[in-house]
């Protein structure tokens, strides 16, 4: 499991996205993307590469713990 990367379906980065209340462009510039390849990816006509998905899993997890453990962990 040391190397494995969640795989996201295009409806749980838009979620993710609507989450952090971004707009597509603002989402894009987190990942150094454009608005439209963070539409590609919400359309399921791209996905996005390992280290995007790693990234996107991280946020996933920080919005999903109480801040003081986001902040303690190692």
Sequence with gaps: MANSVTVLKP???RDLRNRLGDKRRK???R??????TVEA???GRRS????CLRIMRELVIQLNEP???VAHRT
């Design 31 to 36: 990942f150094c993307r454009s608005d439209r």
């Design 48 to 51: 996005p590469d390992k280290l």
């Design 67 to 69: 801040c003081h453990t």
């Design 41 to 43: 990816w919400e359309v």
């Design 11 to 13: 409806s749980d980065i």
């Design 27 to 29: 989402f894009g510039k």
